[in-house]
């Protein structure tokens, strides 16, 4: 398969626990996205990386949440000291860069991590 | 600020039948939207995009349609499938912006 994989698909964590998400994106692609999901809603926009380097952050991304992407391949979300309201799903995209027309394009989305904060 | 949404939350359909899903966006600068159906546990899945040089474009069953001077797009799915089930969202993406801003989204179902 060679889709964007993310991991875990589930994550269970008692409250004030830190947890990590891996993603790997598709292999050609330089652009690395993190969107969160929560139930009913349209994704949520946290971050993105162009190779290496994290080029954009959302407001939503607090100082609790950190991403990295070190080498330009796989990257990874980590949640420290988590919260009930953290509660989502973690969805990672990749894509290929900008278009001609400067546009990020279209994004390749993995199946996601369910995190549920108790 | 940038916002896009959706009319009707949930659609109900006849197997068979067409279905039209719509959206409504907010920011007037945005000239690129994309189409993605997400099927239960899954992640977003791309089906067919626009540019707003466009106003109508059709892929296999599937058409979108592009009003901006009301600032309007819409999917139409011809003659729906029981696989059709997902929910539906819109996305759009201004030049130079490096992400897509998607809506609330659309419950597509079927019935046999």
């Known amino acids: 398969d060679t889709g964007v994989s993310q991991d875990p698909r589930h994550k269970i964590t008692k409250r004030g626990q830190n947890v990590t998400f891996r993603c790997d994106p598709i292999?050609?692609?330089?652009?690395l996205y993190w969107y969160r999901q929560t139930l009913g809603q349209g994704p949520e926009f946290l971050t993105y990386?162009?190779?290496?380097?994290?080029?954009?952050k959302s407001r939503l991304l607090s100082d609790r949440f950190s991403a990295e992407r070190p080498k330009g391949s796989f990257s990874t979300l980590e949640i420290q000291r988590t919260e009930q309201g953290d509660s989502a799903m973690y969805l990672c995209?990749?894509?290929?860069?900008?278009?001609?027309?400067?546009?990020?394009?279209?994004?390749?989305f993995g199946e996601g991590s369910r995190l549920t904060v108790l | 600020g940038e916002s896009v949404g959706l009319h009707l939350p949930t659609l109900s359909v006849q197997e068979g039948d067409n279905s039209i899903i719509n959206c409504a966006y907010s920011?007037?600068?945005?000239?690129?939207f994309i189409w993605y159906k997400q099927e239960s546990g899954k992640g977003p899945q791309f089906i067919i995009d626009?540019?707003?040089?466009?106003d109508k474009r059709q892929g296999q069953r599937v058409t979108v349609l592009l009003n901006k001077t009301v600032k309007h797009l819409s999917l139409q799915i011809a003659a729906t499938q029981p696989g059709d089930s997902a929910v539906y969202f819109c996305?759009?993406?201004?030049?130079?912006?490096?992400?897509?801003?998607f809506g609330q989204g659309t419950r597509l179902t079927i019935n046999p």
């Open positions: 995209a990749s894509s290929f860069g900008m278009t001609a027309g400067g546009r990020t394009g279209e994004l390749f």
């Open positions: 920011n007037s600068a945005s000239d690129y």
């Open positions: 990386f162009q190779n290496e380097a994290q080029l954009e």
């Open positions: 626009i540019r707003s040089n466009m």
């Open positions: 996305a759009e993406n201004m030049e130079g912006a490096q992400k897509l801003v």
């Open positions: 292999s050609e692609h330089n652009r």
